[in-house]
């Protein structure tokens, strides 16, 4: 009777997994035969990052249709693999693709119910919440912060240097980030750049840091999520969360009991607490965020800003390491824009044509959220086929497989800033580079990001040259169990002082 009770069980599976791996093929769309257990994901964050193993699968199902199906294990996925039909997820038919579905927890995981992870009406409210705290404006008034962190980081740079010259440059950039965003998200000096283990720092390691554990935690939970809400799992580092729980509760009490108003991002969420309007003059009443919610706010723009920008001028340094002349070149625009202006101001940093070229060629070849994922909130008829996407598919579109198409970008792993000159930009299609995504859900924090990242670099290079040294790895192999695209083992660069180019920073 065991044994034949066995047998059932074991018949039963094989059925279910040949039901599941039959989901495309019986809807007559083509797709790639999947494997099992893995399904089309063989080799994922043990050789290959996802966005790598997705570049993959859209080789080989481009020009198929506008999209393909492949299987994430015994999950079917819909992959586009046609820049209209992306341009439709995005926006035109946004209505069907506005969530990501990714697990969020409020009343367990307050900090993962921010606006990255919120779904549906609540987003849209959120959203229009937070979108006057990220203006040109309100920009504006964070750069003196982000300027006087820059000033840190030439003096982190030059100690570092001086133990050496050669210079691990990913950790050092990380910790130019999380002091910049400490202060303007947390209002707290971190001094990460002078103490490498300062306790905002750490945590931020924390945060990244993974477990084969957390891995499957994770994924089970994504494929259950009511039934885990409602067992209160949770998946964030609970020292993190408490952490950044009374960074913010302590922050906000000593600002209101103190009337301490600052120009940073925490001064915006805590008028979004009292329901005060942000935008001055504005008379929109609106309700009031929760002390958690901020929190998760300001967590989210922690956890999405430091690590990717950092990656971002790590990448950018690295490519021009490699290409002196056009190092040359950015370091020569940064000093025109400045002799021009006489200091390194908000609009300084955005006449750096060149050197902006150079920041979005980067997030082409390396884009740091190399895939955006969507879900079907409702079944879905794609337009001009008989193709119906269900709802609850997940939806992705693989940004890594677009940036190195050569079909779209000849030569894709050159590192050519001429491609953003605006009469090669208005070639493509406007859908072939979408490193912050696109549409309502396109990232909200792309100005604060792009700020810090020409604030960085543009100290450095003013003040530094970049070139490789023994350690550095070519080609940089994309850490496989990174959450973004990131460098493995690091990103080691020759470092030498070029004399002082100091101009006033205001």
Request: net charge neutral.
């Amino acid at each position: 009777m065991i044994y034949l009770a066995l047998i059932a069980v074991a018949t039963l599976l094989v059925l279910f997994v040949r039901q599941r791996y039959n989901y495309w093929k019986v809807r007559g769309v083509p797709y790639l035969d999947p494997v099992f257990p893995a399904g089309n994901v063989w080799g994922l964050g043990t050789r290959l990052h996802l966005s790598e193993v997705l570049q993959k699968c859209y080789e080989k199902l481009k020009g198929k249709g506008p999209f393909g199906g492949v299987y994430f294990f015994l999950g079917p996925t819909v992959l586009a693999t046609d820049l209209d039909f992306i341009k439709t997820i995005l926006v035109k038919d946004f209505q069907y693709f506005h969530d990501r579905s990714f697990y969020y927890n409020e009343k367990d995981d307050p900090l993962t119910g921010h606006l990255f992870t919120i779904e549906g009406q609540r987003w849209k409210n959120l959203r229009a919440k937070l979108t006057p705290t990220f203006t040109s404006g309100k920009m504006k008034l964070m750069f003196p912060i982000v300027a006087d962190v820059a000033v840190e980081l030439k003096k982190c740079l030059v100690t570092e240097k001086d133990d050496g010259g050669e210079v691990e440059l990913k950790d050092v950039l990380a910790r130019y980030t999380t002091d910049v965003i400490g202060k303007c998200a947390f209002g707290l000096d971190c001094n990460s750049l002078e103490n490498p283990n300062a306790e905002f720092r750490e945590m931020g390691r924390k945060i990244f840091t993974t477990t084969p554990f957390s891995i499957i935690k994770l994924f089970f939970v994504q494929q259950i999520k009511p039934l885990a809400r409602k067992l209160g799992v949770t998946v964030l580092n609970q020292e993190v969360t408490k952490y950044f729980l009374k960074a913010v509760k302590d922050t906000v009490e000593y600002r209101e009991s103190n009337n301490v108003e600052r120009n940073d991002f925490m001064n915006l969420l805590i008028k979004l607490k009292n329901a005060e309007p942000v935008d001055e003059g504005s008379s929109r009443s609106m309700e009031k965020l929760s002390l958690n919610e901020i929190s998760a706010q300001a967590f989210v723009f922690f956890f999405a800003g430091f690590e990717t920008s950092s990656t971002l001028m790590s990448f950018c340094l690295y490519e021009l390491a490699m290409n002196q002349d056009l190092q040359d070149r950015a370091r020569q625009n940064v000093r025109d824009v400045l002799s021009q202006h006489g200091s390194l101001t908000y609009e300084a940093i955005h006449d750096m044509k060149y050197l902006e070229n150079c920041i979005f060629e980067t997030l082409r070849i390396y884009p740091p959220a190399s895939i955006l994922f969507r879900t079907a909130t409702q079944d879905y008829r794609v337009p001009n086929t008989d193709f119906t996407i269900e709802k609850g598919t997940a939806t992705n579109i693989p940004v890594l497989a677009i940036h190195r198409d050569p079909e779209i970008y000849p030569d894709p792993m050159k590192f050519d800033p001429e491609r953003f000159n605006a009469d090669q930009v208005a070639k493509r299609h406007p859908f072939a580079y979408l490193p912050f995504g696109e549409g309502p859900r396109v990232c909200i924090g792309m100005r604060f990001a792009l700020m810090q990242t020409r604030v960085g670099l543009a100290t450095l290079l003013q003040n530094f040259r970049f070139t490789v040294s023994p350690r550095t790895r070519i080609p940089a192999k994309i850490n496989p169990a990174s959450g973004i695209i990131m460098a493995e083992g690091g990103l080691y660069l020759q470092v030498d002082r070029i004399g002082d180019c100091e101009v006033e920073i205001k």
